[in-house]
């Protein structure tokens, strides 16, 4: 294929258009959720991570293959130094349409208005705890108050459709799912309980005794609400239902229990720069190479990507015997 025939859409072997990504801006954060890392984590040398040019570049490719939605996650997006310029630069580019944060919350409270400003459309937090005591063991250092603070904040801000993030895990916040659910009615905000998956390994629990399936988590919030099913979809694992009388709607998360990879319309891209075909596999592109080759430019990045489309698995097998599972930890995914 040559420049001049590069397609202006990602479809990949399976008839799946891929028109959403997630790109991770640092593997650093200021928590240590013990779902996602290790205490004592090392994290990548300077020289490996993508430049906020270089990412902006991986944007400006994609959008240019008809990708409408970009989320940056990470680590934590926003201990990144000077991201906020990212956003900004994000914010303008020509055909993107959604600009998405998920975030731990911690610093939203400095930065919840200057993102609305930078045109960031929607915003994602993750909290899984309402009790400090316990929110600090599941993020190891993380302060709840902070969090609650930068929740206020993106409210205050404008933000549209605010979702909260919950990993519900036995053993650890299973009996605050109704506490969690509440709060997010009480501010007419979204929340979607994830199911933890089994990403890298993890030493100081058992994921097959921990994670909880969202089948039990819908029964809980059944206990105390009606649920309707929602017709707001999204591709990928999420399902929505609506409650009645009321703004808020839970979503599902479920990749462990559920698969739905046949819907999949998303492909993540580390801050090493490897675009990550699949959260499930191992299937990758170094995309860094090419961006630091000084003989290679935007059209080489985008035959690039339009390539990797044959290399999309067509799903993942989380705790599926016969299959490797991901050694990758969440943070360096880009969750
Ligand atoms: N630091 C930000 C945050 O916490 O929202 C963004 C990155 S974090 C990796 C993105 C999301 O991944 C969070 O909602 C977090 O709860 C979730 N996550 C991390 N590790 C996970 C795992 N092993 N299974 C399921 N979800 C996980
Ligand atoms: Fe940090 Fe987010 Fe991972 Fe928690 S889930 S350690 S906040 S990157």
Same mark, same amino acid.
């Given at each position: 294929?040559?420049?001049?025939?590069?397609?202006?859409?990602?479809?990949?072997?399976? /008839?799946?258009? $891929? #028109?959403? $990504?997630?790109?991770?801006?640092?593997?650093?954060?200021?928590?240590?959720?013990?779902?996602?890392?290790?205490?004592?984590?090392?994290?990548?040398?300077?020289?490996?991570? =993508?430049?906020?040019?270089?990412?902006?570049?991986?944007?400006?490719?994609?959008?240019?293959?008809?990708?409408?939605?970009?989320? =940056?996650?990470?680590?934590?997006?926003?201990?990144?130094?000077?991201?906020?310029?990212?956003?900004?630069?994000?914010?303008?580019?020509?055909?993107?349409?959604?600009?998405?944060?998920?975030?731990? /919350?911690?610093?939203? %409270?400095?930065?919840?208005?200057?993102?609305?400003?930078?045109?960031?459309?929607?915003?994602?937090?993750?909290?899984?705890?309402?009790?400090?005591?316990?929110?600090?063991?599941?993020?190891?250092?993380?302060?709840?108050?902070?969090?609650?603070?930068?929740? #206020?904040?993106?409210?205050?801000?404008?933000?549209?459709? $605010?979702?909260?993030?919950?990993? $519900?895990?036995?053993?650890?916040?299973? %009996?605050?799912?109704?506490?969690?659910?509440?709060?997010?009615?009480?501010?007419?905000?979204?929340?979607?309980?994830?199911?933890?998956?089994?990403?890298?390994?993890?030493?100081?629990?058992?994921?097959?005794?921990?994670?909880?399936?969202?089948?039990?988590?819908?029964?809980?919030?059944?206990?105390?609400?009606?649920?309707?099913?929602?017709?707001?979809?999204?591709?990928?694992?999420?399902?929505?239902?609506?409650?009645? %009388?009321?703004?808020?709607?839970?979503?599902?998360?479920?990749?462990?229990?559920?698969?739905?990879?046949?819907?999949?319309?998303?492909?993540?891209?580390?801050?090493? /720069?490897?675009?990550?075909?699949?959260?499930?596999?191992?299937?990758?592109?170094?995309?860094?190479?090419?961006?630091?080759?000084?003989?290679?430019?935007? %059209?080489?990045?985008?035959?690039?990507?339009?390539?990797?489309?044959?290399?999309?698995?067509?799903?993942?097998?989380?705790?599926?015997? #016969?299959?490797?599972?991901?050694?990758?930890?969440?943070?360096?995914?880009?969750?």
């Amino acid at each position: 294929m040559s420049a001049l025939e590069i397609p202006n859409k990602l479809v990949d072997k399976f /008839g799946r258009h $891929i #028109d959403y $990504i997630r790109l991770s801006v640092t593997d650093r954060c200021d928590f240590r959720c013990l779902y996602c890392m290790t205490e004592d984590m090392t994290f990548l040398p300077r020289a490996q991570v =993508l430049s906020l040019e270089e990412l902006y570049q991986v944007a400006q490719a994609f959008t240019e293959l008809g990708v409408r939605k970009i989320r =940056l996650t990470g680590g934590e997006p926003m201990v990144r130094s000077n991201v906020m310029s990212l956003f900004e630069k994000l914010g303008a580019l020509p055909g993107l349409e959604e600009l998405l944060l998920t975030t731990n /919350g911690s610093q939203l %409270d400095k930065y919840a208005k200057p993102l609305h400003a930078a045109g960031v459309n929607r915003i994602n937090i993750s909290i899984d705890s309402l009790d400090a005591d316990r929110f600090k063991r599941i993020s190891r250092v993380g302060k709840l108050d902070k969090v609650l603070q930068g929740i #206020d904040a993106a409210i205050e801000a404008g933000f549209e459709r $605010i979702k909260l993030n919950s990993v $519900i895990m036995h053993g650890y916040n299973e %009996d605050e799912v109704i506490a969690l659910a509440d709060y997010a009615i009480e501010r007419d905000i979204d929340i979607a309980f994830i199911e933890e998956m089994p990403l890298g390994v993890v030493s100081d629990h058992n994921r097959e005794e921990t994670t909880c399936s969202n089948a039990w988590v819908r029964e809980k919030i059944e206990s105390k609400y009606e649920l309707a099913d929602s017709k707001h979809t999204t591709a990928g694992p999420a399902r929505y239902v609506s409650l009645r %009388d009321k703004k808020t709607r839970i979503g599902f998360i479920s990749p462990v229990t559920h698969n739905f990879c046949e819907d999949c319309n998303r492909v993540r891209v580390t801050v090493e /720069g490897r675009l990550l075909l699949c959260l499930g596999n191992e299937h990758s592109v170094d995309l860094r190479a090419i961006l630091r080759d000084p003989d290679k430019g935007l %059209d080489d990045l985008k035959l690039a990507l339009v390539k990797s489309m044959d290399i999309k698995p067509e799903r993942h097998y989380f705790y599926e015997k #016969d299959h490797a599972q991901p050694v990758r930890l969440m943070n360096m995914t880009g969750g």
